[in-house]
């Protein structure tokens, strides 16, 4: 069992950058795809983005790609999500989460089996 714990949310300006990391124990991040997804208030949790095992490839949603970026530290086992020139709609819980055995870019829900407690992004007009 993977634990995951993200950080580095906040409130910050329009335009505004921030990054949040997901650290994570009992599994190393380069063995499986690590993502990030996000969550507004009464929306559906969604995709934002995701590393494939290795940190080879990324993939993103089309509404952060060009502003956010996806890296990981095997040394420090951790994750990271680099976003710049956020906008107000970006506001939302991030959360980190560990995706299936063999999967290469998962995007849905349901190809993740371990998720973190979510750190909050406020981005303010």
């Known amino acids: 069992q993977v634990q995951l714990v993200e950080s580095g949310g906040g409130l910050v300006q329009a335009g505004g950058s921030l990054r949040l990391s997901c650290a994570a124990s009992?599994?190393?991040?380069?063995?499986?795809?690590m993502g990030w997804f996000r969550q507004a208030p009464a929306k559906e949790r969604e995709f934002v983005s995701v590393?494939?095992?290795?940190?080879?490839?990324?993939d993103y949603a089309d509404s952060v790609k060009g502003r956010f970026t996806i890296s990981e530290n095997n040394a420090k086992n951790t994750v990271y999500l680099q976003m710049n020139n956020l906008k107000p709609e970006d506001t939302a819980v991030y959360y980190c989460?560990?995706?299936?055995?063999?999967?290469?870019?998962?995007?849905?829900?349901?190809?993740?089996?371990?998720w973190g407690q979510g750190t909050q992004v406020t981005v303010s007009s």
């Open positions: 009992g599994r190393a991040v380069s063995s499986y795809a």
């Open positions: 590393i494939s095992a290795g940190g080879t490839a990324g």
């Open positions: 989460a560990a995706a299936r055995q063999r999967l290469r870019l998962p995007r849905k829900l349901d190809e993740y089996d371990n």
